[in-house]
């Protein structure tokens, strides 16, 4: 016995929705993904490299990050306002 609503409405093939198509669809942007991640990883792996190398280029980066990070935090620290200061 056919079921009434492929009788009525046709097979999935006349225009319905399609998992496999749906599926095959899914495949293709999950792989998409799968590469940009991919490629998200080695631009992290190489800049990670150039900062933490052990040659002196890398120090000297290192030692430049350090030395932005503790300058952005002490901009957010307000010296202390003294009773006679101006």
Same mark, same amino acid.
């Given at each position: 016995? $056919?079921?009434? =609503? $492929? @009788? /009525? &409405? ?14 095959? &669809?899914?495949? @293709?942007? @999950? ?14 792996? *190489?800049?990670? =490299? /150039? ?5 002196? #280029?890398? $120090? *000297?980066?290192? /030692?430049?990050? &350090?030395? =932005?990070? /503790? ?6 620290? =307000?010296?202390? @306002? #003294?009773?006679? &200061?101006?």
């Amino acid at each position: 016995m $056919i079921h009434p =609503k $492929i @009788v /009525r &409405d046709g097979p999935m093939t006349a225009g319905g929705p399609d998992p496999l198509k749906d599926a095959r &669809d899914l495949q @293709v942007r @999950v792989r998409a993904l799968q590469a940009l991640l991919e490629l998200q990883r080695w631009q992290i792996e *190489a800049l990670s =490299k /150039r900062l933490y190398s052990s040659e002196p #280029g890398g $120090i *000297a980066a290192r /030692r430049l990050l &350090d030395l =932005k990070r /503790r300058e952005t935090q002490t901009r957010h620290l =307000k010296p202390p @306002v #003294g009773m006679n &200061d101006p």
